[in-house]
C-alpha cells in the first residue's frame, strides 16, 4: 500500500520561504509511470495543484506560482520536496502531497498524504 | 476555467444525486472526480471521465457529452456525504485545474 506524509514548519515567517517534504512508501518516486505533485488547500476553499516533478526531474508548475516554487526529487530517500519563496499570508493552506498516475487512459491523482497545515504568520 | 454545479445540494439517503461540470476542453482522458470528508486529503473516484478507481463502490458512476462532465451517486449512502470535486488537466499552459466543488449535505 503506498503512503506518502508530509513533513515541515507549521509556521512561517511572512517573505521567508516555505519548505515541506513528502516521504513515499510502499513505493518508489523513481518509477517511470508516475509524477509527484503539490497541491493545496485554504482553508474552507477549493483545491490548488501547484506543480509536479518526474523521477527525471522534470517539473511543471502552475503559472500563477512559476516564479516562487521550486520542486525536487530525492530517489535515494524516496521522497519529494516543495519550496515556494516569498511566503505570505495568502499561502496559508494544508499542503498536500499527491502521486500522480500516468496512463494512457489519463491523468490523475491517486494516493494522497494527509496534509500539513502551514500558516504563515509573524 | 472549470465551473461546477450545484455549489451545494441537500439529499437523503436513497437518492439519486448528479453533479455536473463544464471543462474548457473535450478530452475525457484527463478528467477526474474526487470526494473529500473534513479534515481527510481528496480520494480518487473516477479518472479518464468514467473509469471508476479500484474500492470505489459501483453506485458512482462518471460521463462525459463534449465538455460536459456528470458524477452521478446512484443511491446515496450515510458515508456519501461530503465535498465532490471536478478535475480536469488543461492542454496550455499544461496545468491541472479542480473544480470550485459541490457539498452535499444531509436535507
Known amino acids: 500500500q503506498v503512503q506518502l506524509q508530509e513533513s515541515g514548519p507549521g509556521l512561517v515567517k511572512p517573505s521567508q520561504t516555505l519548505s515541506l517534504t513528502c516521504a513515499v512508501s510502499?513505493?518508489?518516486?523513481?518509477?517511470?509511470?508516475?509524477?509527484w505533485n503539490w497541491i493545496r488547500q485554504p482553508a474552507g476553499k477549493g483545491l490548488e495543484w501547484l506543480g509536479r516533478?518526474?523521477?527525471?526531474?522534470?517539473?511543471n508548475y502552475n503559472p500563477s506560482l512559476r516564479s516562487r516554487v521550486t520542486m525536487s526529487v530525492d530517489s535515494s530517500k524516496n521522497q519529494f520536496s516543495l519550496k515556494l519563496t516569498s511566503a505570505t499570508a495568502a499561502d496559508t493552506a494544508v499542503y498536500f502531497c499527491?502521486?500522480?498516475?500516468?496512463?494512457?487512459?489519463?491523468?490523475?491523482?491517486?494516493?494522497w498524504g494527509q496534509g500539513s497545515l502551514v500558516t504563515v504568520s509573524s | 476555467q472549470l465551473t461546477q454545479s450545484p455549489s451545494f445540494l441537500s439529499a437523503s439517503v436513497g437518492d439519486r444525486v448528479t453533479i455536473t461540470c463544464r471543462a474548457s476542453?473535450?478530452?475525457?482522458?484527463?478528467f477526474a472526480w474526487y470526494q473529500q470528508k473534513p479534515g481527510k486529503a481528496p480520494k480518487l473516484l473516477i479518472y479518464?471521465?468514467?473509469t471508476l478507481q479500484s474500492g470505489v463502490p459501483s453506485r458512482f458512476s462518471g460521463s462525459a457529452s463534449g465538455t460536459e462532465f456528470t458524477l452521478t451517486i446512484s443511491s446515496l449512502q450515510p458515508e456519501d456525504f461530503a465535498t465532490y470535486y471536478c478535475?480536469?488537466?488543461?492542454?496550455?499552459?499544461?496545468?491541472?485545474?479542480f473544480g470550485p466543488g459541490t457539498k452535499v449535505d444531509v436535507k
Open positions: 478535475q480536469e488537466l488543461n492542454s496550455y499552459p499544461r496545468t491541472f485545474i
Open positions: 476542453q473535450e478530452l475525457s482522458s484527463y
Open positions: 479518464a471521465a468514467s
Open positions: 499527491a502521486r500522480g498516475q500516468l496512463l494512457v487512459q489519463g491523468e490523475f491523482f491517486d494516493y
Open positions: 516533478i518526474y523521477p527525471s526531474g522534470n517539473t
Open positions: 510502499g513505493g518508489s518516486v523513481s518509477s517511470g509511470t508516475y509524477f
